[in-house]
Nanobody
Framework: QVHLVESGGGLVQPGGSLRLSCAAS????????MGWHRQAPGKQRELVAA???????NYADSVKGRFTISRDNAKNTVYLRMNSLKPEDTAVYYC????????????WGQGTQVTVSS
């Protein structure tokens, strides 16, 4: 079992920045990729960014050049630095941990609200 705890959401003006953090605890060996998804009202949950244990990254086209995902394997923590935020970035952001080889469970955090508004 893996427990994910997110922090860092909030209200920010357009053009501003936020950093989200997600700390994993429990059976860390059972996970590999960690990342962030988001869900806006009335929309499907979508991938924002992901990073493997080895550091390979993947970004949604809508956030490339503005968001940066990073990971501290020693702290079992993944970060999402969000710059140049836009109103359309408003959503609940969920931390996700995908299974390592030999495991099958996908884990989710409770979500943190990010609101971009003036």
């Amino acid at each position: 079992q893996v427990h994910l705890v997110e922090s860092g959401g909030g209200l920010v003006q357009p053009g501003g920045s936020l950093r989200l953090s997600c700390a994993a605890s429990g059976s860390i060996v059972s996970i590999n990729s960690m990342g962030w998804h988001r869900q806006a009202p009335g929309k499907q949950r979508e991938l924002v960014a992901a990073i493997t244990r080895g550091g390979s990254t993947n970004y949604a086209d809508s956030v490339k050049g503005r968001f940066t995902i990073s990971r501290d394997n020693a702290k079992n923590t993944v970060y999402l630095r969000m710059n140049s935020l836009k109103p359309e970035d408003t959503a609940v952001y969920y931390c996700n941990a995908g299974p390592a080889i030999g495991y099958s469970t996908n884990y989710w955090g409770q979500g943190t609200q990010v609101t971009v508004s003036s």
